[in-house]
């Protein structure tokens, strides 16, 4: 294919295309906006301004790297999709793509859990650097902290956070549950219509077993909210596994124990992504499954 300027604009048909590595920004994109886009462009006849696309190595398929909804919508209504195509390098992409997060966060349509997922990808994209991803989000580091914070919710909170079910202050509190407990107490939520303050005085009675603990826990010993001091106090049966009842210091204490782990992992293998920093689509499995037994016996098994 020859491109005049290094560019050309052609017609493609929407199963040409197939979606940058880091994907699209929007999760889940709001619904009136994604609607009133698609009317626009159905009674426009078709697409007005072309989205950017980069070649791959096959000659029939080109990534979007920009235009994610008008490529979804054409997709919806059976049209053709008319795409810049600008051969770029992985950091040429990277940048136009981060672009279009940059242009897509200060879009009044942009929930609170696109604008976390967006901030997981910034993370992945500075190699967990979040003083750099903040900078570069023009966000302070503690919005930046408490978006990733929320995709510790299960999908069940993150999709009634979408739809106005429940708040960010819900969400958030949630967060520090497992995910069963998540569950169930959303239907509490919303069934009962619980507030805020009285999530976090629910929140407050829950308690973790210090036995689960991954940080040293020798400094509970003496601790008032170790439940171990309450054992005999009462002519009921209590159990007699001590627990924790002060949940905001078992977080703190827990990130501690992480932010220690990773800093240890990375002496030993360079930069370390936490799993809540790197969304699953980002994320390339190394299995003699995923890259052949060969590469992986010979190869990946070896590698540093």
């Known amino acids: 294919m020859n491109y005049q300027n290094n560019v050309e604009v052609q017609v493609l048909k929407t199963d040409q295309l197939v979606p940058f590595a880091l994907g699209n920004s929007r999760e889940k994109n709001n619904h009136e906006a994604r609607k009133n886009l698609t009317e626009s462009i159905k009674e426009a006849g078709g697409v007005l301004q072309p989205i950017l696309v980069r070649p791959t190595a096959s000659e029939s398929k080109f990534e979007v790297v920009a235009g994610f909804g008008r490529w979804e919508s054409c997709i919806e209504l059976g049209f053709d999709v008319p795409a810049l195509i600008k051969p770029m390098t992985d950091n040429e992409a990277y940048e136009a793509y981060e672009a279009q997060l940059i242009e897509n966060l200060v879009r009044d349509d942009l929930t609170i859990v696109d604008e976390s997922k967006a901030a997981q990808k910034f993370i992945t994209m500075y190699q967990g650097d979040y003083s750099a991803a903040a900078e570069r989000l023009g966000w302070t580091q503690k919005k930046l902290n408490d978006r990733v914070q929320l995709l510790r919710c299960c999908d069940d909170v993150l999709n009634a956070l979408n739809e106005n079910k429940i708040k960010i202050g819900h969400a958030t509190i949630l967060s ?81 124990w992480l932010k220690e782990q990773k800093q240890l992992a990375e002496e030993k293998y360079g930069t370390v992504i936490l799993l809540v920093e790197c969304s699953s689509a980002d994320r390339n499995t190394v299995s003699s499954a995923s890259v052949g037994e060969s590469q992986y016996n010979e190869g990946c098994a070896s590698c540093e």
């Not at 619980?194 to 829950?206: D, V």
């Not at 940080?215 to 209590?238: E, L, W, Y």
């Open 176 to 256: 520090s549950f497992s995910e069963k407990l998540q569950i169930g107490t959303l239907g509490n939520i919303i069934n009962e219509n619980w507030s805020i303050e009285y999530l976090k005085q629910r929140a407050g009675k829950a308690k973790k077993y210090l036995h689960t603990a991954k940080f040293d826990t020798k400094d509970c010993a003496a601790c008032p909210h170790n439940t171990s001091h309450q054992i005999g106090m009462f002519d009921f049966n209590v159990s007699d596994k001590a627990a924790c009842a002060k949940l905001s210091c078992w977080n703190v204490k827990t990130d501690e």
